[in-house]
């Protein structure tokens, strides 16, 4: 979701509405800070916060606040509270949030469009004080400390990032696994460079961030693929999926470097990969077979699903290796 975009499109039409966001979870909690909704005067609502008890107490109230900024005709008090899910919700889980919910009504457009200006760039941090009707965001030219997505600080402050890192990913090849690829990924934070040098088999319509590359070349597209990228092989041609495996190794600067096929197949290509004269070190990144244990349907669909579960416990274990290293 795109929060601020969200609001602004509310605002717009002349309604109100109302954000909830988690700036404090510990123990168990269904979702982690800077998990975010934004709810509508009809109850209808945007993002989620987890679901559940805790989510359908967070609309309750929001709804409550807008029918009382509508009835006094200002903003109600900025809500800032702690909920216990066991205590306060017959819930299990046993952790806590701090949720914040604002209301924000028509006449803050301007202030709304700004931040959602930022958010379509890309990912931004803000800096909140927050007053009794409202928080006094300022955008900060700097990511927040540690990778957190929202933290309330000691002192007063609530800093908060917006909008999503997505992983970049290059998918070579557009045959049925590839287009079956781009649909799973298709709602997730993934921006796709998906490369092939058949034209004519990439559907006419594919999803905002996946940007189609035609290339004779597959391999020599990498140069253009930013460090940290995965790289995914699945083209029509096993001689073109060595040149781009080759390719992509060799740089040593790639995430994920996958490949489709069997061990059979693994096997050929190492003995290729060796005369080619890479190490044992660059040859032992390459990932094949693909996916996660136990899935062995070969419907394409399932395939993508499995990949894409395997995709998504990579991007996770990077960025926490990246958060642990911001924070040492």
Excluded at 55 to 66: P, T
């Amino acid at each position: 979701m795109k929060t601020w975009a969200t609001i602004g499109k509310a605002l717009r039409n002349e309604q109100s509405c109302a954000m909830v966001s988690i700036v404090d979870a510990r123990g168990s909690a269904p979702r982690e800070p800077g998990a975010r909704m934004v709810v509508l005067e009809d109850g209808s609502f945007a993002g989620t916060i987890g679901g559940g008890t805790l989510e359908w107490q967070a609309i309750e109230r929001a709804r409550a606040a807008l029918a009382k900024g509508a009835a006094d005709g200002e903003a109600p008090p900025v809500g800032l509270s702690r909920m216990a899910l066991g205590p306060d919700l017959g819930q299990c889980c046993g952790g806590s949030v701090r949720i914040l919910l604002e209301v924000f009504a028509p006449g803050r457009a301007a202030e709304v469009q700004a931040l959602a200006e930022a958010e379509s760039a890309g990912l931004f941090a803000t800096e909140g004080r927050i007053a009794e009707r409202c928080v006094a965001r300022t955008v900060l030219d700097r990511d927040l400390p540690g990778g957190e997505d929202s933290l309330l600080a000691a002192d007063g402050r609530l800093l908060e990032r917006f909008g999503t890192r997505k992983q970049v990913l290059a998918l070579i090849g557009a045959g049925h696994v590839g287009r079956s690829m781009i649909v799973a990924l298709a709602p997730l934070d993934f921006s796709v460079v998906w490369i092939d040098p058949r034209r004519d088999e990439f559907p006419a319509i594919v999803p905002g961030d996946v940007r189609v590359v035609v290339a004779a070349e597959p391999a020599a597209e990498l140069d253009s693929v930013p460090d940290g990228a995965f790289v995914l092989v699945m083209s029509h041609s096993h001689a073109l999926d060595f040149d781009v495996v080759v390719a992509a190794l060799r740089a040593r600067r790639f995430g994920y470097v996958g490949l489709i096929g069997s061990a059979s197949k693994k096997a050929r290509f190492i003995s290729r990969m060796r005369q080619a004269g890479l190490g044992d070190d660059d040859i032992e990144r390459l990932v094949s077979p693909i996916g996660i244990d136990g899935v062995t349907s070969k419907q394409p669909a399932v395939i993508a699903a499995s990949v894409v579960a395997d995709l998504l416990r990579r991007r996770d274990a990077m960025a926490e290796t990246h958060r642990a290293e911001a924070s040492s």
